[in-house]
């Protein structure tokens, strides 16, 4: 029998875009607010301002300015003589302009005059495996049912009545300039321009914020196209500015878009994009409105949720349940069930990635591809110091590599860009990315000159983005991957970390000039500092890649000439400090926080999600970790939330990791000192549409916590398979199929009384070998045969081959 889908029920229409309800394809996102007004808030993932040549043109003017090697010699000079406040003014001639916004780009309202939810039904269902929102409507005494949702790069809505409707209305408004209507009998074109430079909200002082192009400006235009189609069984007028369909039982309304920017991204590196006609755009987005209206098997939508089911990803049901409807106010905003809250939640962050990324188009940005504010906080843009690669941390264990695949493109963008700013600012080899990106591969520091370095300067966000790429390597054993794709940026990124680190005269590795993102240590008068000190994460960025890039030599590339350089730079980097407090350390000497809450865990990542400390192998440096996280406390915002569980998962601190996700999954009331004020610390919590929030709205943290559950109940950093490293003593009993395993094996696995029942490995690469498994404090080795599985239990092991039509894939 086929389990039910999993739904997710709300008792109202949405009242703002907080209620309202996701859905997207990677490249249309629309937030489904329902009811009467039948608002959707539509995003297209390639509406950003700017333009292809920004991040150049900045480059050129800082280095006019005067900023490049020379005067970096000079910050190096001020730091090594302890003059802090001249080397950060230094410093801030480093800094770029800032990165451009991720914009909202039209509104669609398909208004039912007199509709309100059906007696006894909830007002929307959002149905997380079919990725279709659901409503149940009455009006006039009938009941109709309206189904939204994303397929092929359009916004759908399905409309089927028990009787003829008296009246749809169909409108089509944006926030940015509109240029023009193409009104036709059953559809509606709006030409549009998208701003060419954006500046965020937090520089006030840049007016007007939104600058468009001129008509004549003969570069990058900004040009953009939404268009809408009509299919019914009713008639159709327009005025021009809508459309009104009456006496329909059935409508099909489709809404496609077409950019610029599209052209651009699908060939960032040649020029094709530029010759693209306003036509031409205008009529890409008509034809495809057009062709899903022309497509009669889209009444209803079967090829939609075929394509909504083939999306591979693990399934969860910790608590032994998974599918049905919950209501979210009961069941999940203030429920009980820890099982069934981990289980939503862990599903949930599973759907918004699967709608937020695909291949072919952009990445996943701080808001997904969900944005409904044109000064959206912190441009909606990439954050490269946590908050992108949190976005895709789940990839890998979730076993969605497709899924992934963006951010590949993304950083292949970064670099390409990172290279002159290595070169020309620091006069270093490879390429380099600091803080902030956005679709147009920035690469430079932000902050405009008056950023504080404490945010604005960090040169490892590049590297960092690095070891995303390898953990995609890693989960699907892919050496072509590496070969073709991930090792070209690895080694850029390697070539610029052997020339930015200094050795001092006992021979020991430093990094000048270094931060701990957003953080600072206080001086001996209690003075705030982010310059002066090595940043312990910069070290184990560093370490990490040197030892990965080693590793991909051997594989792809054994005659590489880095070697040598790389062998002797890994020997002169120091290895991490505990203090006198028994911590790791954030800086290289052992100095006094100057905000003791930080929502940052730097030095951190050695144990997640590198791999350079764990319990086993490090277990002082572990401990010390564990006293780290101690000192920090509980909560803040969701995506520090997520990085705290998956570091306690991978401390083997199964009870303190569900405490935290308990804390992360409180409805959020807008009082961000609701446990008290700790400096460096603020508290988010759950929306009331289960985004997490900051405050305000990120992404992230709901992306981090499928990953950072899958911590607790699969590990494979270690070079073994870990099952259960990290069950809370309140999850008893559950299962979750195609979790993955590092060197692309998938296990089914499943549990009861809080011990293994049975866990089944499938060997994914079509090559037979043995793993290593560890369960219940036992290690034992394991032969997968090829494109085979096998059944273990606990206890007694015993590894049993499983029956041949098991494939690793969730049904």
């Known amino acids: ?336 069930d820890h099982g069934l809250r981990a289980t939503i939640a862990a599903e949930y962050g599973r759907y918004l990635l699967a709608s937020a990324s695909r291949r072919g188009g952009p990445a996943a940005n701080l808001q997904g591809i969900w944005n409904g504010d044109l000064r959206p906080a912190w441009s909606s843009n990439y954050t490269i110091n946590i908050n992108t690669q949190m976005n895709y941390w789940a990839t890998g264990p979730l076993g969605m590599p497709d899924n992934a695949e963006p951010l590949i493109s993304l950083v292949e963008r970064v670099a390409a860009t990172g290279r002159h700013v290595a070169r020309e600012l620091y006069g270093c080899r490879g390429w380099v990315a600091h803080h902030n990106t956005d679709l147009w591969g920035w690469s430079l520091a932000v902050g405009m000159g008056h950023g504080a370095p404490s945010w604005a300067i960090w040169m490892m966000g590049g590297v960092w983005l690095c070891h995303s790429l390898w953990d995609q390597v890693e989960y699907a054993g892919d050496d072509e991957l590496l070969r073709d794709r991930v090792w070209p940026l690895l080694r850029g990124a390697t070539e610029f970390c052997l020339d930015w680190m200094l050795v001092d005269e006992q021979g020991v590795g430093y990094f000048a000039p270094s931060t701990s993102p957003e953080n600072q240590y206080a001086d001996a008068d209690g003075r705030p500092h982010a310059l002066g000190l090595t940043a312990t994460m910069d070290v184990h960025l560093v370490r990490a890649l040197f030892q990965r890039a080693l590793a991909a030599i051997d594989r792809v590339e054994p005659d590489c000439p880095l070697r040598d350089e790389i062998d002797l730079a890994l020997a002169a980097l120091p290895t991490a400090a505990v203090g006198a407090d028994g911590r790791i350390r954030e800086w290289s000497a052992d100095v006094p926080d100057h905000e003791p809450g930080h929502r940052h865990l730097s030095p951190m990542i050695g144990l997640h999600p590198l791999d350079l400390i764990s319990p086993d192998r490090t277990p002082e440096i572990a401990d010390a970790a564990r006293r780290f996280l101690d000192a920090r406390g509980p909560g803040a915002m969701g995506w520090s939330w997520a990085w705290k569980i998956a570091l306690r998962a991978r401390l083997g601190d199964g009870d303190a990791a569900l405490d935290l996700l308990e804390e992360a999954l409180t409805p959020y009331d807008g009082d961000v000192h ?138």
């Open 674 to 811: 609701r446990h008290g004020p700790v400096d460096g610390s603020e508290w988010g919590g759950l929306l009331p549409n289960l985004f997490n929030t900051h405050p305000p709205f990120q992404i992230d943290g709901n992306l981090g916590f499928p990953a950072a559950i899958a911590e607790l109940l699969l590990q494979s950093h270690l070079g073994s398979i870990d099952l259960l490293p990290a069950l809370p003593t309140a999850w008893p009993e559950g299962r979750v199929d195609g979790l993955r395993a590092r060197g692309a094996v998938a296990v089914d696995l499943e549990w009861s009384q809080g011990r293994l029942h049975s866990a089944t490995l499938h060997e994914l690469l079509g090559t037979p070998r043995d793993v290593v498994v560890r369960s219940g404090g036992t290690r034992f080795d394991v032969h997968l045969p090829a494109g085979g599985s096998v059944v273990v239990t606990d206890p007694p092991h015993n590894p049993v081959p499983a029956p041949a039509t098991a494939s690793g894939q969730s049904q």
């Open 1 to 336: 029998m086929t389990e039910p889908t999993l739904q997710l029920s709300w008792a109202n229409p949405a009242r703002d875009w907080t209620e309202a309800l996701p859905i997207g394809d990677g490249r249309i996102g629309a937030m489904v607010f329902g009811g009467a007004s039948g608002h959707y808030q539509v995003n297209d993932s390639t509406v950003w301002s700017g333009t292809p040549d920004g991040p150049a043109l900045e480059l050129a003017r800082l280095v006019s300015a005067g900023a490049g090697p020379a005067r970096l010699a000079e910050v190096r000079s001020a730091l090594a003589a302890g003059r802090l406040d001249d080397a950060e003014a230094l410093l801030m001639t480093f800094e770029g302009d800032y990165t451009q916004e991720f914009l909202p780009f039209v509104d669609l309202e398909v208004g039912i005059p007199g509709a309100a939810p059906a007696a006894g039904e909830p007002a929307r269902v959002l149905d997380l495996d079919e990725a279709v929102v659901l409503e149940q409507l009455e009006v006039e005494g009938g009941r109709l049912r309206r189904r939204s949702w994303v397929s092929d790069h359009v916004l759908l809505v399905e409309i089927i009545g028990d009787a003829p409707l008296p009246e749809v209305t169909v409108a089509i408004s944006t926030p940015l300039r509109e240029l023009a209507r193409h009104a036709e009998p059953e559809s509606i074109t709006l030409d549009l321009s998208v701003p060419v430079d954006g500046a965020p909200l937090h520089e006030a002082s840049v007016i007007p914020a939104h600058r468009y192009a001129e008509p004549d400006a003969g570069s990058y235009d900004g040009f953009a196209t939404a268009a809408i189609a009509v299919r019914s069984d009713g008639t159709v007028d327009t005025d021009g500015s809508g459309l009104r369909i009456h006496d329909a039982r059935r409508l099909l309304i489709a809404l496609s878009t077409s950019t610029r920017a599209e052209s651009w991204w699908a060939d960032a590196a040649g020029d094709e994009w530029r010759t693209v006609s306003h036509e031409a755009i205008r009529d890409r987005a008509r034809d495809r409105a057009l062709a899903v209206i022309d497509d009669e098997t889209q009444l209803p939508c079967p090829g939609h949720v075929a394509a909504a089911r083939r999306v591979p990803a693990a399934r969860f049901a910790i608590g032994g349940r998974r599918g049905g409807r919950w209501d979210v106010d009961a069941d999940m905003l203030h429920g009980q």
